[in-house]
């Protein structure tokens, strides 16, 4: 499957603990964006990356959450001390380009985070 | 504020009619726009994109953009009740010259009835 893998599907976290999103993008595909989709509210841009760089981090809460990229291995979204409101689908998406005007983004299938 | 605005809906139409699904843009240079469908508990799938005024089509889709009246439109011919999801408009949001953040409408959701 070359599609955009993201993994857990489902987590489920108590108030406090820490949460990690995992995602590979699509092969041959080197960027990244997450979004965040709660009940009943539109799709939020949240961080945009490249290996090893955060582009453009406008739309990240700016305390609890951070985003990485590394050399290897997957984009990581992490929520540390998560709270209820941070109960949402977190999508993530890859690209093959950059700025201009042929970015198509594509979807992986999301991880649902529950916060009891 | 960059905003993407779309009627929330519900859009009704029958087996083997047209869908028209409409989309207002504030972002005088956005450069490029999308349309996604997304079916409850799924994830978005990208459906069309168009980048220059006027019409572009893809089988029973077809995507529509005047740039200068800031719209885009998508119509969906002979309308399917597996057309039946949410359609998300999306905006190409130039933050710097590398950034290509999208901003989303809500969404406009259509039904298919048979």
């Known amino acids: 499957n070359a599609g955009v893998m993201q993994n857990p599907r489902h987590l489920v976290r108590r108030r406090g603990q820490e949460a990690r999103l995992r995602c590979s993008p699509m092969k041959g595909h080197s960027h990244v964006y997450w979004y965040r989709q709660l009940p009943e509210e539109g799709l939020k841009f949240m961080v945009y990356?490249?290996?090893?760089?955060?582009?453009?981090e406008s739309g990240m809460p700016k305390e609890r959450f951070s985003a990485e990229f590394p050399k290897e291995g997957p984009s990581i979204l992490r929520i540390q001390q998560v709270v209820r409101g941070d109960s949402a689908a977190y999508f993530c998406a890859s690209s093959l380009q950059s700025g201009g005007s042929y970015n198509e983004q594509f979807f992986g299938p999301g991880t649902r985070l529950t916060v009891l | 504020q960059k905003e993407v605005e779309q009627n929330s809906g519900p859009l009704s139409v029958p087996e083997g009619a047209i869908a028209s699904l409409n989309c207002t843009y504030s972002?005088?240079?956005?450069?490029?726009f999308f349309w996604y469908r997304q079916y409850s508990g799924k994830s978005p799938e990208l459906i069309m994109s168009i980048y220059s005024n006027g019409d572009k089509e893809d089988g029973r889709f077809t995507a529509q953009l005047n740039k200068a009246s800031q719209y885009v439109s998508l119509l969906i011919r002979d309308s399917q009740p597996s057309d039946s999801a949410t359609y998300l408009c999306a905006v190409n949001y130039r933050a710097n010259q590398a950034g290509t953040a999208l901003i989303f409408g809500k969404g406009t959701t259509l039904s298919v009835s048979s």
């Open positions: 990356l490249q290996k090893e760089n955060i582009i453009d």
């Open positions: 972002d005088r240079v956005s450069q490029s």
